[in-house]
């Protein structure tokens, strides 16, 4: 839930990078509270709540994907790739869940290290 929060707090910074970690279960609860308002608003005949809840992580949601390309030395702009039917999606999805690139990038230090020196086992 912290991953989730932390994106939240991060609601328009497209610069700087993002781990799979942070990427990966701010999807995870996204998509989770979604399937539930989806489900809420098919029992009560409304998808409002879906709607608004979608349009608020929109931003949030460009902008940890712009970071977690950033991570892997990629341009937020590969996010575009949606756009192509399949091909497009597939080779963003590979992109997303690539290993974070090991040293410094044009976007920023690597997140791992920045975590693994704020917690020394």
């Known amino acids: 839930m912290n991953w989730y929060i932390t994106v939240l707090k991060k609601y328009a910074v497209f610069s700087g990078r993002a781990t799979r ?3 990966g279960y701010f999807i995870l609860i996204n998509t989770i509270i979604t399937l539930i308002l989806i489900v809420i608003g098919n029992s009560i005949g409304n998808n ?20 977690r390309l950033h991570d892997i030395g990629k341009s937020g702009w590969w996010q575009l790739l949606l756009f192509i039917p ?23 230090p690597n997140p791992k290290e920045l975590l693994d020196s704020n917690h020394p086992v």
């Open 21 to 23: 970690s942070e990427y």
């Open 48 to 67: 409002l709540l879906d709607t608004v809840y979608s349009l608020g992580v929109f931003v949030p949601t460009l902008a940890v994907t712009a970071r």
């Open 86 to 108: 399949i091909i497009g999606i597939i080779t963003l999805i590979i992109f997303l869940v690539k290993d974070s690139m090991p040293f410094d990038n044009l976007y920023g």
